[in-house]
């Protein structure tokens, strides 16, 4: 898959390896798969293969993988927000000097 910039055909069938090897981790084959996610063997297959299935397809695959989880790498809420630490300023640290007898003798010489 080409990283700058992959074409449709190129993402969707690395989603369908992903799949593929997802189900075949789980030790399922795609009959067994497809009835427990309500898709025919078919829409399955075209799914795995990359080739143009529906949204409806995969989100019942990934419910029945129990991987709805992928959702949400879509698009991650930022915990912090990097404006706000840019705006956070840095804690303001003293030099610590001398204190007592060695200052004043250090100031007598």
Known sequence: MNTFNPSIGDLQGHLGDQLRRLRLSR??????????????????????????????????????LDRLDWLDTLAPVAAISP??????????????????????AAATK
């Open 83 to 104: 404006m706000a630490l840019l705006r956070q300023r840095p804690e303001r640290r003293r030099v610590s000097r001398p204190r007592g007898p060695r200052r004043k």
């Open 27 to 64: 030790d399922l084959d795609q009959l067994t798969l497809a009835d427990k996610a309500g898709v025919s063997e078919k829409a399955l297959r075209n799914l795995e293969a990359g080739r143009g299935s529906s949204l409806s397809t995969l989100l019942q695959v990934l419910r029945a």
